[in-house]
Each structure stands twice: as structure tokens, then as C-alpha cells.
């Protein structure tokens, strides 16, 4: 398996696997196009020795302390942003357990700090925060983000790592 750029014809597969992987997540295909056109440089997709896809990542910059709402348009990206925001990691289950997650969460990580991003965060789902927390990042809990986080579900958690 090896991650590559996401490309916009690997979109249908991509809802695919966020069906399969994030079924109490569901999000228009728009949200996931929409990020690739703002950063394609933080969206990539797994895929195996056949062409067929095991995972991605959807990443992009966004300000520190703010979580877009589930399943919505960004619209933009916020000149003078200095965070990197994890979107959306999916693996299937054939590709869990190989490395590849952290594999690409090092690679955005270095990306975001080589150009000039000094933190990057995500909500954690699907009692995912042990995985996080073994790549750098911790939960911060901030009351302000209590309402956006709930639109995911009680057991969402706001991370951050800093890179500086």
C-alpha cells in the first residue's frame, strides 16, 4: 500500500471508504471535493498494489480553537492561518495495523511545520484518542468548542500537537 495525492476522480471511492469507516459521520461528497480544491496538499489516498483505495486523509489549514461544523462548506481559508486541521483520517479495516496512519500523519506533520504552520488539531472519534495521543497530540478541552463538538457525538475530542 503508499499513499498518494488525492486526485478528484478518487472522490467516489473516498465516500465509499468514509461510509464504511464513518457511517455515524456521514458527509456530502462536496465537503471532501471542496477541501481537496482549497488544499490538495493535505489530502491523499491509500491505495493498494490493485489501484483499489484502503484509506485517506482530508487535511487542510484552519484556525487553532475552531472546529467546522460536521458536513459543511468552508467557504475559504483564513489568510494568516498557523494550524493545520486533520479533517478526516479512514482506514478499512485490511490496511489497519501496517503503519500507514502514522506514516501520514508524520508526512502532513512535516509539511505543515516546513511551511510554516506551528500546530496542528482534529476531533478525535470512534475512540480514536489513543492513536492520537501516540502521534503527539492531547485533548484540549475548551467550553467554546462544546456545541460544535456535540454535532459528532459525546465522546468527540478536540486534540492539538504544536510543532514548535
Known amino acids: 500500500m503508499l499513499w498518494r495525492p488525492m486526485a478528484p476522480a478518487d472522490l467516489p471511492a473516498v465516500m465509499r471508504v468514509a461510509a464504511h469507516v464513518h457511517p455515524d459521520y456521514p458527509e456530502d461528497e462536496a465537503v471532501f471535493a471542496e477541501r481537496l480544491w482549497l488544499a490538495p496538499e493535505g489530502c491523499h489516498v491509500l ?4 489501484g483499489a483505495l ?16 460536521l458536513n459543511s ?4 481559508i483564513r489568510p494568516g492561518t498557523v494550524n493545520w486541521y486533520l479533517h478526516d483520517l ?14 501520514i500523519v508524520a508526512a502532513i506533520a ?18 480514536s484518542g489513543g492513536f492520537w495521543r501516540r502521534q503527539g497530540f492531547r485533548e484540549v478541552h475548551d467550553p467554546a468548542l462544546a456545541l460544535k463538538l456535540a454535532s459528532y457525538d459525546d465522546a468527540a475530542r478536540y486534540m492539538r500537537r504544536d510543532e514548535t
Open 47 to 50: 491505495a493498494a498494489r490493485d
Open 54 to 69: 484502503q484509506g485517506y486523509l482530508v487535511s487542510h489549514p484552519w484556525p487553532a480553537g475552531a472546529v467546522p461544523a
Open 73 to 76: 462548506l468552508l467557504g475559504a
Open 90 to 103: 479512514a482506514l478499512l479495516p485490511a490496511a489497519r495495523g501496517s503503519g500507514a496512519a502514522g506514516a
Open 110 to 127: 512535516r509539511h505543515a511545520a516546513g511551511t510554516g504552520y506551528t500546530s496542528l488539531t482534529l476531533v478525535a472519534v470512534n475512540e
